[in-house]
């Protein structure tokens, strides 16, 4: 399905239960109309991944999704000869008294594709989601790897010659865990998607958690956007909030209590130090400013 | 939001426009190229331009790529494309051009001048050669001088020698395996080598090709003092971490404290020493402050932490250890920054002194946490450090 438009998008988005801003949705537009690659960075579990999914079911196309890590090289990410199919085949040919010639070894029928270079042969049929997420855990050589399939949007395999890209599709996503090379944001549009407003956050609960009670919802929300000004090492994401409702809602918890927050709070706090600093003062502290609001 | 209004020129103004903002932004230090600017006239063409937000949304994310730049970027968006409802001032915008450009609020303290050279008289010329040949050794004997003489007393000229011998000093840091592999004697196999040579010998394995990790130096992050106290070494320190930032071949980040911590490592980047040194000078606020270690190291933590501390990094830290700040706050910090890198040195220029223990209170409060423990007061001391480096095994 093309997008005629941004609020066109902002709309589809919605429909998917996607409550996106409209900067968000700016961005995503004119990476789509532009063919540029789209860069989104923001701290984890502000729903980035969620923005190449969401694409994909708006195009009603597969998302092809490559994760990186370190050490993630070409032979992952673009392709790799199927070796034991090749070894068989050179083996099986001798024994016939045969010769299996190099441009056969090396053909398309050996070739095993990896993320990137699906998403270029797809391109031709197809408009094509690729997500490329975490492109901060990969290192300096992959992302210099990057940068040129970013340049020109083809690969080359020296075997078989250059393949090119019909309509470039990229999400990337980073979570800042460490910089990543400006030349390669520089080939982007880029976004910073921020924590939500309350009202935001409060929508988002609600379309992902249908079944719970708005009183619930409007308490949790307030406590998580109260809990993101204290000072702690791992700030909870849009993705916390929503485990954390569905939890709630799984316990039958009708509002909040000092109790049942201090047993959850491993729901949405990971480290240890962060527990330990909010536990029984700060929660009793952080409730009562939340019912403050509620009466307001 | 109020929309942009168009001039009823029409767009031949509106482009002007949008191409002086472009250079605005390139003024304030915003990574904006012509290719860009052509990309957003193009991406303009897909939106309500009327739509201040959306208009401002695609200026956004084409011309900034770094979270860094949109607070500046939001400034100059918003003093440009105002209405000019009375009168348009356009100083305004030179006024944040100008803040940008200001003036170092505090110069980094001054070397110590030079001792006012002898005046010597006129002398002849058998004299003179007989002096060059003095002054030969005596540069020699000054090199073992320099050597061990504390930073702290050197003066200007001294200082100058000091930093032509420290980049001399080839500081290579500890390596770590990589995830990476190369061609080699490990024990993984290498199936792609291995399948050529079984192609040339018609399908027999005779050797399986292998390969091995590869090894790769550690980062390095440096988190300096340059408080009151270390006012003495600050400059020498500063000259140190560039030569370090631009002789290893790995990232090296740079911060430096006193009652805020502020990352250098951008400033650093400039190729001209002294132009490096200059934007040091405008980015940091507090020299030789106060020195509050403890809020600094979990600025540290909090917000640098996980960005720069992957990949096995080295802190290095260089201070006296004089603290002001809260004592239970630096020991929490120092703990958290040392479960979180591969080594944690802590150099101190006082160690150099026959007669220093390392009792102020922030100093052994951090004492425990450190792994390395080593003076910086001179030359030779610098030295030893270069080797310890490179000698980081690869287990702690």
New interface residues.
Partial sequence: MPIKS?DDLVDSLRERLYIAE??LA??I??AY??G?PL?L?GEAGVGKTEVAKMMAEIFETELIRLQC???L?VHHAVYE?N??R??MN??L??ARGD?IS?SE?FSREFLLQRPLLQAIEKSHESQVVLLVDEIDRS?E?FEAFLLEILSDFQITIPEIGTIKADRPPFVITSN????VH?AL??R?????IDYPSFEKEYEIVRAKVPNAPPKLARQITAFIQELRSV?L?KIPGVAETLDWTTALVALDQKCLDPAIVEETLGVILKYQ?DIEKVASEQVRAILTRVEVREGN | MESVSLDENGSGYFLHNLIIFGRVLRGLGL?V?PG?MI?LV??LD??DINRR??F???T???L????AD?PLFDQAFELFWRKPVERWEALDLLSLVKKKQAEPLFIPPPLRQPEPAQVEGERDSSELSERTVIEVTKSYSDREVLRVKDFAELNAEEIESVRRLMQQLAIRLGVRR???VRPGNGHRID??R??RT??KH??EVLVWARREPKYKPRPLVIIADISGSMERYTRLLLHFIYGLAHSLNQPVEAFVFSTRLTRITRQLKNRVIDRALGDVSQVVLDWAGGTRTGESLKDF??IWG???L??GAVVLIISDGWDRGDVDLLRREMD?LQRSCYRLIWLNPLLGSPVYEPLTRGMQTALPFTDDFLPVHNLASLEDLAGHLASLSRRR
């Fill in positions: 941004i409209r900067g700016t961005s537009y004119l109309k532009l540029r860069f960075e890590y370190e050490g090289d000869w070796y034991t090749q070894m050179i083996r040919m001798e010769r190099e070894l290192d050589e800042r865990t460490r910089e400006d944001k520089r982007c549009l880029y976004f910073w000072d090492y130090d | 990574d190229n860009r990309d193009q991406a897909l939106i937000e959306d401002y949304h695609t956004r994310s084409l900034v790529h770094r979270l949109i990589t995830r990476r199936l792609r291995t399948l079984i192609y018609g399908g933590n909090f996980r960005r720069v992957g990949r958290r």
